[in-house]
């Protein structure tokens, strides 16, 4: 079945610092790839998308590019801020088919 | 304001005492679903709901009902709670069938005890 493989947290940096979490995906066939934010107390919101190969999903200073390659989907920001604290998910879906999530990636940073 | 809405947003209960949690969408979205989710394990699909009383089996689905009388409405049902069934819960709302773009309620944190 498919599944998605989350760089294990918690993961605590401080502001300004580069932030990269790691996300790859097992499937058969090419999915559309996402991230999903969560605020503390809050419900998902989806971050970024890409639907496919080579695409770059982008949005408030994240990006992560499709790797059909090595089935990655890594997130990255060159400066966080403390209000990017948060819980991060990576998903996966074909088409019409419900959303996969991987296990998510807590995020802190400090001032 | 579109949104996804859910009731009770935390909630302490009894094994073996029936519950409803409510769940309304205002976007007219067709395609509704539950999740739950726990520590170290991400989000799983309860129960879906690809439009009105069409509802089918997600992942989890042993232990809870769910209904979809009416295009807005998704209550989620534990006829009988039992421990393994405290988690938080998420209701989830997209246009179209299982678009990627699902819209999250704030969720409900459920203690069965």
């Known amino acids: 079945g498919n599944s998605v493989t989350q760089m294990e947290g918690p993961v605590t940096l401080s502001e300004e610092a580069f932030l990269t979490i790691n996300c790859t995906y097992t499937a058969t066939g090419y999915p559309s790839l996402f991230w999903y934010v969560q605020y503390p107390g809050e419900g998902l919101q989806l971050l970024l998308k890409a639907t496919k190969a080579d695409d770059k999903g982008s949005n408030k200073g994240f990006e992560a590019t499709y790797r059909k390659e090595t089935t990655s989907f890594h997130l990255e920001k060159g400066s966080v801020q403390v209000s990017d604290s948060a819980v991060y998910f990576c998903a996966l879906s074909f088409g019409n088919e419900k959303l996969t999530f991987g296990t998510g990636t807590r995020l802190t940073i400090i001032p | 304001e579109a949104q996804v809405t859910q009731n009770p947003r935390y909630l302490i209960t009894v094994t073996g005492k029936k519950l409803t949690v409510t769940c309304s969408q205002n976007m007219n979205h067709e395609y509704m679903s539950w999740y739950r989710q726990d520590p170290g394990l991400g989000l799983r699909q309860i129960y879906y709901?690809?439009?009105?009383?069409?509802?089918d089996k997600g992942d989890v689905p042993e232990g809870y009902k769910v209904s979809r009388k009416e295009k807005r409405n998704f209550p989620l049902i534990l006829e009988s709670p039992s421990p393994n069934q405290t988690s938080l819960y998420f209701c989830?709302?997209?246009?179209?069938?299982?678009?990627?773009?699902?819209?999250f309620g704030p969720g409900t944190r459920l203690t069965v005890t």
């Open positions: 709901s690809m439009n009105v009383e069409v509802t």
């Open positions: 989830a709302s997209s246009k179209g069938l299982a678009g990627p773009e699902q819209y």
